[in-house]
């Protein structure tokens, strides 16, 4: 089981900019990739960027030059820096997970941070 705690969710104006954190915790095995999604009140949840085992990154468009998503292998961490905020990046924002345990590919979740870009 892995365990994803995110952070650093909150209110922020317009063109404000915040930084989320996930930490993963548990047992690991092989990484395959780690990401975020978001998902806005009445809407699906949606891919915001994505960071495979290689580092290779994948954005949505709508965020594409604003948000930067990275990674801390030692840390077992992923971040996403949002700079340029618009009031439709508002949303609960989820950590996810995917490894491989030998056996079969697993998917988790983090709990979830709402941010909120209002003036």
């Known amino acids: 089981q892995v365990q994803l705690v995110e952070s650093g969710g909150g209110l922020v104006q317009p063109g404000g900019s915040l930084r989320l954190s996930c930490a993963a915790s548990?047992?690991?095995?092989?990484?395959?990739?780690m990401g975020w999604y978001r998902q806005a009140p009445g809407k699906e949840r949606e891919l915001v960027a994505r960071?495979?085992?290689?580092?290779?990154?994948t954005y949505a468009d709508s965020v594409k030059g604003r948000f930067t998503i990275s990674r801390d292998n030692a840390k077992n961490t992923v971040y996403l820096q949002m700079i340029t905020l618009k009031p439709e990046d508002t949303a609960v924002y989820y950590c996810?997970?995917?490894?491989?345990?030998?056996?079969?590919?697993?998917?988790?979740w983090g709990q979830g941070t709402q941010v909120t870009v209002s003036s």
């Open positions: 960071i495979n085992n290689g580092g290779t990154t």
């Open positions: 996810n997970l995917d490894n491989f345990d030998g056996s079969k590919r697993n998917t988790y």
């Open positions: 548990g047992s690991m095995f092989s990484i395959i990739a």
